[in-house]
């Protein structure tokens, strides 16, 4: 059995923390760029795990993709042309390929975590890298948004946990979230993870969410609670049009949608009372230097390397 505990602190102060316990590993690999352990939990099933970090487990992780694709998707009003950066499991895609789309590009620097999951996972990803409408790519997300070769219609940004050091976060910057307005059409829409809006992790989806809005002209922050995530979990749908003219026509086609979690009240709640919470607080937020106000510190344990936000 092996153990991986995460605890956060805040203000010198544990908050909050996640432990979850695998009682079998199946497969292991150090790969050029991380750590790659799959495993099983008696309660959660088989999960991945990179560099000690949960990324999903087969109890809950419908949860997660179904937020970050579904509510993109439903609200653009004719998604063809999809962009995955990072997303290497294929859950993402599997989403994705609900819907009446021409063609999905997923870029992923590490083709190990691809292999690990066509081998370990196809049976929940549906087998998706296999879909002809699939160009899997592999390369760093970063250089190709710096270079892109096109506009796509909704982008899907499905890449490591952001730190609350946004400044030094290599895909949470200001100047690389002003560069993925290159990714999206006019009428496009992007989606990132956000980690959570609570207090012990300095806020770091509401600034995330507040980065997109100034880089595309609007941008919400929405959360759904994924059990061994243990908190809720928070992402920001950005464009540079306002979503929420178009949550009706949303509405009406999530009907025949096969999902597992997401549903008409679900979608709502992106514009509901929980959303305007986070919303406010946001504003509240835009008042203050984030880089002065929020100093934490994430410490951490069970073979995770100490992170300074």
Same mark, same amino acid.
């Given at each position: 059995?092996?153990?991986?505990?995460?605890?956060?602190?805040?203000?010198? +102060?544990?908050?909050? %923390?996640?432990?979850?316990? /695998?009682?079998?590993?199946?497969?292991?690999?150090?790969?050029?760029?991380?750590?790659?352990?799959?495993?099983?939990?008696?309660?959660?099933?088989?999960?991945?795990?990179?560099?000690?970090?949960?990324?999903?487990?087969?109890?809950?992780?419908? #949860?997660?993709?179904?937020?970050?694709?579904?509510?993109?998707?439903?609200?653009?009003?004719?998604?063809?042309?999809?962009?995955?950066?990072?997303?290497?499991?294929?859950?993402?895609?599997?989403? #994705?390929? +609900?819907?009446?789309?021409?063609?999905?590009?997923?870029?992923?620097?590490?083709?190990?975590?691809?292999?690990?999951?066509?081998?370990?996972?196809?049976?929940?990803?549906?087998?998706?890298?296999?879909?002809?409408?699939?160009?899997?790519?592999?390369?760093?997300?970063?250089?190709?948004?710096?270079?892109?070769?096109?506009?796509?219609?909704?982008?899907?940004?499905?890449?490591?946990?952001?730190?609350?050091?946004?400044?030094?976060?290599?895909?949470?910057?200001?100047?690389?979230?002003? /560069?993925?307005?290159?990714?999206?059409?006019?009428?496009?829409? #992007?989606?990132?993870?956000?980690?959570?809006?609570?207090?012990?992790?300095?806020?770091?989806?509401?600034?995330?969410?507040?980065?997109? $809005?100034?880089?595309?002209?609007?941008?919400?922050?929405?959360?759904?609670?994924?059990?061994?995530?243990?908190?809720?979990?928070?992402?920001?749908?950005?464009?540079?049009?306002?979503?929420?003219?178009?949550?009706?026509?949303?509405?009406?086609?999530?009907?025949?949608?096969?999902?597992?979690?997401?549903?008409?009240?679900?979608?709502?709640?992106?514009? %509901? +009372?929980?959303?305007?919470? #986070?919303?406010?607080?946001?504003?509240?937020? $835009?008042?203050?230097?984030?880089?002065?106000?929020?100093? %934490?510190?994430?410490?951490?344990?069970?073979?995770?390397?100490?992170?300074?936000?």
């Amino acid at each position: 059995m092996r153990a991986y505990i995460e605890k956060i602190k805040f203000k010198g +102060k544990i908050a909050h %923390g996640r432990y979850i316990a /695998l009682d079998e590993i199946i497969y292991e690999k150090q790969s050029k760029y991380q750590n790659i352990v799959v495993g099983k939990n008696d309660y959660f099933g088989r999960m991945l795990i990179l560099d000690n970090a949960i990324q999903f487990s087969e109890r809950d992780e419908f #949860i997660y993709h179904e937020m970050l694709v579904h509510p993109a998707m439903l609200l653009h009003k004719n998604p063809k042309d999809i962009l995955i950066l990072g997303g290497g499991d294929g859950f993402a895609l599997r989403e #994705i390929l +609900k819907h009446n789309i021409d063609y999905v590009r997923l870029i992923d620097i590490d083709r190990d975590v691809i292999d690990a999951s066509k081998r370990y996972f196809s049976d929940l990803n549906n087998r998706s890298f296999e879909d002809k409408r699939v160009d899997v790519v592999i390369g760093d997300a970063i250089e190709y948004t710096k270079n892109p070769d096109k506009k796509y219609d909704v982008v899907f940004l499905d890449l490591v946990d952001p730190q609350g050091d946004l400044e030094n976060d290599p895909f949470f910057n200001k100047s690389m979230i002003n /560069l993925y307005r290159n990714l999206i059409k006019d009428d496009g829409i #992007i989606v990132t993870h956000a980690e959570t809006v609570e207090e012990s992790s300095n806020y770091v989806a509401l600034r995330i969410g507040e980065l997109f $809005r100034r880089a595309f002209g609007h941008s919400y922050v929405y959360e759904a609670f994924i059990p061994s995530f243990y908190y809720p979990w928070n992402y920001v749908i950005a464009a540079k049009w306002d979503i929420r003219e178009n949550i009706g026509a949303a509405i009406q086609k999530l009907n025949g949608l096969k999902t597992r979690y997401i549903n008409s009240d679900v979608l709502r709640r992106i514009t %509901g +009372k929980r959303e305007q919470w #986070i919303y406010e607080k946001q504003q509240e937020l $835009r008042e203050v230097e984030y880089d002065m106000l929020f100093n %934490g510190q994430r410490d951490t344990e069970g073979g995770i390397e100490n992170i300074t936000l």
